[in-house]
């Protein structure tokens, strides 16, 4: 990457340090309502959307492990990530902020990391509590790439795939004096980005272990694979009617510096075959299981280790995969493919068993320290605004819970509800390519986000409801949103109706 590494991990190692916490500060409350802290395994994948568990519906995958966590806790079905993107999303995870607190909307480590935000980093939320705070897998967060410390963990492996299911369950078959926080953050199904559309195998050379998850099954015809075995295209592979031109943008993620471009009609994408993207949704779910049956392998040893009935897992992913809807790879898009993810919460006998909540709008990144803070009795850091979820998850309900949340895209700011997604691209990201700058999707009516009813005048109160409701959640989460997606009625009068 085009980063003065050196230099500024220097710096990011020299801010961790101030950031000491006393482990009286959290530790006083740190009990679970019977007596006894509970471990917290946190259980990470790598652009996994919320479709991509068998538990979910999708029959053309087996995540047996990932259902078990389902089947003895609480799935929620309406989660999304403070950004779609691994970097950011991942900070909102560790430190319970949204990434615009930072300047971050693309994966980036060169940033300045607030003191009063670092104080309170899971890790060192947690290890102030009294925890052994350990990390194994992909890091990936600002100013720590590939180091946890200044977030609070100790890191005991950076493998990320077979070696990092093994590395964990060797130290959870350890013997633990005090309760533990360990991270287990897999690569998986991250590796699907070197799977192209119109050269699946492309990525095999640098990927070895990427032929087996294209291979089809030996003994099977072509036919009968694509008949039967291969997942169908999506049902919204056409691509959005009237899509803001900004959201086409194409960049590199490793480099959001540079400038990003229009991704071409006639790109390799659109140039692939029926089968060639349907070969890349076979690829998807292999690499899916495969980190299924890694995330089994730390789940037997905690089992095995008699360590199950006294441990909270959290289960989740940075972001998701558009998996081809509406002709598009990878992530950051306001699409409901890369915007909603896996979230899990289970412990056995403390969380209802099977339950699926699709009504509550979750943030996997903001709710995370608050809901494992609850379940272990540690004290939530004052002036974090996620919620836990913990009353969901055991059976209650929560009268107030919130009614929108928002997502933060590269070059867009966005909020979901219930009813609608809604994304305002900034005024530089596309500004020769026309408009409309603003996505809105009517999720009753259009679940499949086929059409931007940004400029259709039937939506025009939903349009204004939508921007009231950006620039509102903004303010009432003590964040701030920037003068470039605020847009009224006035400055896109003529984006609200169709030329």
Known sequence: MNYRRREFLKKAAALAAPFALPKALYGAQAKAAGGERPNVLLILTDQQNASMLSCAGNPWLKTPNMDSLAATGARFACAFPGNPVCVPSRWTMMSGVMPSRIGMDANRDEVTLPPEVMEHTLGRIFGAAGYETVYGGKVHLPGAFSDPSIYGFQIITHQVRNELAQICADWLRQKHERPFLMVASFMNPHDICAVLPANPTAGVDRMPWLAEMIRPPEGVSEEEFYRTLCPPLPENFAPTEDAPPALLLAGDEEEPDKPRRRVPKKDAAAQATDEQWRLRRWAYARLTEWVDAN????????????????????????????????????????????IRVPFIVSWPGVTAAGRVDSTHLVSSGLDLIPTLCDFAGVSIPAGLKGRSVKPLATGGQVADWRTSLAIEIHGARGLRTE?????????????????????????KNDPQEMRNVARDPAYREALDTMRAGLVAWYKENGETLEPQYRINGEEAKDTSRRE
């Open 295 to 338: 995330i089994g392998q730390v789940l037997t040893a905690l089992r095995e280790s008699g360590l199950a009935e006294k441990t909270l897992v959290a289960f989740a992913s940075d972001h998701g995969e558009m998996d081809g809807a509406h002709h598009l790879t990878t992530k950051g898009k306001p699409y409901e493919e890369a």
């Open 419 to 443: 009813r609608y997604m809604y994304a305002a691209y900034g005024e530089g990201e596309a500004p020769d390519l026309g408009e409309p700058r603003e996505f809105l999707t009517d999720l």
